[in-house]
């Protein structure tokens, strides 16, 4: 039984680092979802990341892709932000979204930290499930 309840305290102890994290990783998402939903792009694309800013070179490339790519995240109607995990070293935040036609999506953000706070280094759209082969 110690050994059990050792194992669990050290889980717990590894677990704090990204459950810390959590509050400033939501809000970044969340803003960066509400200068959309206020077509101010400028205002989005200062929560992307150096690497993203670079490869992107304007908010307007960036927001052009946001439209067309994800235009889930370009116009949500509901947001809801699921688990935070630490994956080989990298914060992830998944975020279920739903659509103006009412259909949910899950994301992926990996998130990173910045001498500006929290910033979004990169987005996956997760397949729906039963999809796949």
Request: glycine fraction near 8%; charge should be negative.
């Amino acid at each position: 039984m110690r050994l059990g309840l050792y194992g669990l305290l050290m889980a717990a102890v590894l677990a704090v680092p990204a459950q810390a994290q959590e509050a400033p990783i939501q809000s970044t998402i969340q803003s960066q979802l509400d200068a959309f939903i206020a077509d101010d792009v400028a205002a989005a694309f200062s929560y992307a990341s150096p690497t993203i800013k670079g490869i992107f070179g304007s908010a307007e490339n960036f927001g052009a892709m946001v439209a067309q790519g994800y235009p889930m995240v370009a116009r949500p109607a509901a947001v809801q932000m699921l688990d935070l995990r630490e994956v080989a070293g990298n914060l992830w935040q998944r975020v279920m979204i739903t659509d103006a036609e009412g259909r949910t999506h899950l994301l992926d953000y990996q998130m990173i930290e910045t001498a500006e706070g929290w910033q979004i280094n990169a987005v996956q759209l997760l397949p729906e499930a039963g999809v796949g082969a």
